[in-house]
Each structure stands twice: as structure tokens, then as C-alpha cells.
């Protein structure tokens, strides 16, 4: 049985049916997406019921004869359901540690962290691309890690990595995944409605580098800086070019903007063309990893001028007027939210809200007063919000709307009279409350800019 019919669910069910299991997928949902992801998997042979709670009374039909249980990344691991089903000796997997048994011969360099991933993701992908590795890319973004098993088990061509991006729903369903190369970018709060703490949030995290053969940190990240004598041996990468007196630093970058390896200039961090500081620690991630995959500095430094980032994340959409547009859809919390603003040239126009995760948004609103020369507010949220930043003694316009197509109109509207630089959608909060993901969200937004680009 599978629970859930997300993407996950989706990979892992076609996965097990290609391997002759009968194969059964609950989901607690209904709804016309639902129902055509359904008929499409019963097409195959594959059962769907929908509507069917995450309780044991929608087991017992099949509790007799039951094998297997994988769930989905957003089913928490401790549900007391679970739990049931354990005790009555049936094995649950994660769909991800179910991909890991698939998968476990190639290697894999696995990343997680609480923002950055997808950029890490992408650019080391692409980076080993433009070298002629063959690394495909999946887990929390493109395909699902069971998808990725199933093509690579049709496939001729084996891969020479496979890059994995790794959330913490996925890690804590699949403590077993050991990557030849871990990355961790970096650890603030967030997920707390569902992991309760920080402490259990980055145990879940850090059981991935403990499980690598060669564990990447960041070490411009607070959090893991301050963690470091309790984490596992490994490599470490600053931006800052005092690091190396204060602590031994294998990846940095010097006084004149030199990434260094050990004491090696190897190139001029010029050659990412993406703004933001986090972006620079995104670069000594991948070059760290690049490095123990076997490139030169020179193929690396090379292969990274072409790349232009991430959908919807920083994604620079055009210009309006003197105002520079950016999609930064994926900045889901308040921290990433942060980043994202501090990366763009103020004074800024900002569009958040959606549907409020738990955290702490004093540092946000910190940079909104310094950046900011207007704010719109929509969404389930954008009370909430308003309240906060209002809290904070924010002079400058401050409005709520309904929905993104007249945060839009709006922010234009405040940031021509404003003499804005920028323009950027960062929510600081999850899409759920009117959008089916954050792509979605970004997508609407990407639209909305590209009709007033073209007229």
C-alpha cells in the first residue's frame, strides 16, 4: 500500500507495479486532480481509493494480506496510524529510503539544509553536466526519487552520480540513506509544526552528513558554525575572507573575491553571475563537491558563467520602468524571505504572504525597514503579517489584498511613485492556502509580469 498521491506517492506505486506487486494507494483527498492522477494509475492496474483518512479502519480490507506501507513525504513518520501498523508487524517505509534500496549502487551526493538546496541541486548538476558527467537530478524537486529508480532501472545508460535533494519530511522516513558526498547548507527554523523543535529538525538533518563518507558544511551558517565540534569531520566552506585565521577552512573566498582551496587561489567567485552572498556560498558548496568528484578549478570556474539559477528562486523575470522584477516563489519562510531581500537592490517593493508557517520573522522585518519602500500583503496570512510589520514601527505603505493579481497592480503602482529598484515576489510563507506548490504560485506570478512586459 501506498499512502498518499503526491508525485511521491504517484513514482512509488508505478515503481512497485512495474516490479509485479499488487499495489493499493490511499489518500486522504478528493478533488478533480485527484481523481485524474487516479484514473491514470488504474489505467495501469493499479487500485486507488480516495477519500480514505490516514486511519487504521481504512487498512482493514486489506490488513490480512498486507506487505508493505510507504508513505509519502508528508505523512509524518510518527503517526499514531503508523505506529499501529508496526506494532502489527507490517514493515512502513519512506518512499525515499524505499528509493534508496533501488538506488544505493550509484553514488550519490545527497543535500539538504533549510534553504539553498534547490540552488545547490541545480548548479552542481549543471556544473557536472557542462563536464560531460552524466548526474541526474531529483528527490524534493523535478523527478521523485522513485521515478528516478524506475528510469534508470529501463534505461541503458547508468548514471556517473545521482544528485538527490533531500527535505527533512524525506530524511526522517529514510535514516539509512548514506551518500558518498553530503552537502548541508545551512539550518534555521522552520517545519516546527511538524519535527516540535530545532534540535529534533537538524538530528534529522545531521543523520545524513553522520552517514557520509564526505560531509560538505557551510560554515557562514550560525547554526552549524556553532554546532561544528559535534558534527562529523569534513569539509568547510566562508564567504569571509578572515575565516581562515579563526578556524581551518578547506573552500573560502579572500579580500579580492578569490575562491581558495586550502591556500590555492582557484578562481575569481566573479564567474557565478546570480546576486546574493548566499548564492556565493552556494558556489563553495558545489565546488567543494565538483573538487571531490574529480573536476579541475578550471572546468568548474568555466562551466559556471552559463549558469542563470533557479525557477523561483531569485529568478529575474525582466524590467519595468526602472524596476527589476524578481520571482522569488520558493522563499517560503521567513529567513529565506530575508535572503532573497538583502540580494536585491533597494529600495524594494515586496509581495508576501500565503499561508503562515511558525518561525521567527523579526530578522525579515528587520530588513524590510532598512530595503523596503512598500510591502503588499496577500493571502490567508496577510493579516498576520501586516500586524507584525506594523508592530515594528514600518513607515513607509503598507497594504493587504486578496490575491496576487492585485498585489501586483498595487506593488507596480507604490513602486513607480516610490522610485523603486526592485520588485520581488518573496512570500515568507507556504503557497497551500491558494496554490497547489510554490512552482504554481511563481508560475501565476511569471505570467502576470509577462503580460506587462509585452504590451
Not at 205 to 218: C, F, Q, V
Not at 326 to 344: H, M, Q, W, Y
Not at 387 to 416: M, N, P, R, W, Y
Amino acid at each position: 500500500m501506498v499512502i498518499g498521491l503526491g508525485r511521491s506517492g504517484i513514482g512509488a506505486a508505478n515503481l512497485l507495479h512495474s516490479e509485479g506487486h499488487q499495489v493499493i494507494v490511499l489518500e486522504s483527498c478528493k478533488g478533480p486532480q485527484y481523481a485524474s492522477n487516479a484514473e491514470n494509475l488504474k489505467r495501469k492496474g493499479i487500485k486507488v481509493e480516495l477519500g480514505k483518512p490516514l486511519e487504521l479502519a481504512s487498512f482493514n480490507p486489506w490488513l490480512e494480506q498486507l506487505d508493505l506501507v510507504i508513505i509519502s513525504p508528508g505523512i509524518p513518520w510518527h503517526h499514531n496510524t503508523l505506529q499501529e501498523l508496526r506494532k502489527s508487524g507490517i514493515t512502513v517505509k519512506g518512499e525515499m529510503g524505499f528509493a534508496w534500496e533501488k538506488l544505493k549502487n550509484f553514488p550519490w551526493i545527497g543535500i539538504t539544509g533549510t534553504n539553498g538546496k534547490t540552488t545547490v541541486t541545480h548548479m552542481l548538476n549543471h556544473v557536472l553536466a557542462a563536464n560531460q558527467i552524466q548526474a541526474p537530478m531529483g528527490g524534493n524537486m523535478g523527478n521523485s526519487a522513485t521515478e528516478l529508480a524506475q528510469k534508470l532501472r529501463d534505461s541503458k545508460e547508468k548514471p556517473d552520480w545521482l544528485i538527490m535533494e533531500l527535505s527533512s519530511y524525506q530524511l526522517e522516513a529514510a535514516r539509512e540513506i548514506s551518500p558518498h558526498i553530503g552537502i548541508w547548507t545551512n539550518l534555521t527554523p522552520d517545519h516546527l509544526e511538524r519535527h516540535g523543535t530545532i534540535d529534533t529538525y537538524s538530528s534529522i538533518k545531521r543523520k545524513l552528513l553522520d552517514n557520509s563518507e564526505i560531509p560538505i558544511y557551510n560554515a557562514d551558517d550560525k547554526y552549524l558554525s556553532q554546532q561544528r565540534p559535534l558534527l562529523k569531520k569534513g569539509i568547510w566552506v566562508s564567504t569571509k575572507s578572515n575565516y581562515l585565521s579563526k578556524h581551518p577552512s578547506d573552500f573560502w573566498i579572500n579580500e579580492r573575491g578569490m575562491v581558495v582551496e586550502d591556500v590555492e587561489e582557484i578562481f575569481h567567485s566573479s564567474e557565478l553571475l546570480i546576486p546574493g552572498n548566499h548564492n556565493l556560498q552556494n558556489l563553495l558548496l558545489v565546488t567543494a563537491a565538483a573538487r571531490k568528484v574529480g573536476l579541475s578549478a578550471r572546468s568548474i570556474s568555466n562551466s559556471l558563467r552559463s549558469f542563470r539559477g533557479v525557477p523561483h528562486r531569485l529568478e529575474k523575470l525582466g524590467n519595468l520602468q526602472g524596476i527589476s522584477i524578481f520571482n522569488d516563489s520558493k522563499a517560503t519562510n521567513f529567513e529565506s524571505a530575508r535572503i532573497g531581500l538583502i540580494a536585491v537592490e533597494s529600495p524594494a517593493i515586496i509581495l508576501a504572504g500565503g499561508q503562515a508557517k511558525k518561525g521567527d520573522a523579526s530578522q525579515w522585518i528587520d530588513e524590510i525597514n532598512k530595503r523596503a519602500c512598500g510591502v503588499v500583503l496577500f493571502g490567508e496570512s496577510k493579516k498576520h503579517l501586516r500586524d507584525l510589520i506594523s508592530l515594528s514601527g514600518f513607515s513607509d505603505e503598507l497594504h493587504c489584498c486578496q490575491d496576487l493579481d492585485e498585489a501586483v497592480k498595487i506593488g507596480l503602482t507604490i513602486g513607480l511613485d516610490k522610485g523603486a529598484r526592485s520588485l520581488l515576489l518573496t512570500p515568507a510563507c507556504a503557497s497551500f492556502d491558494q496554490y497547489k506548490d510554490y512552482e504554481e504560485r511563481g508560475n501565476h506570478f511569471r505570467k502576470l509580469i509577462s503580460s506587462l512586459l509585452s504590451n
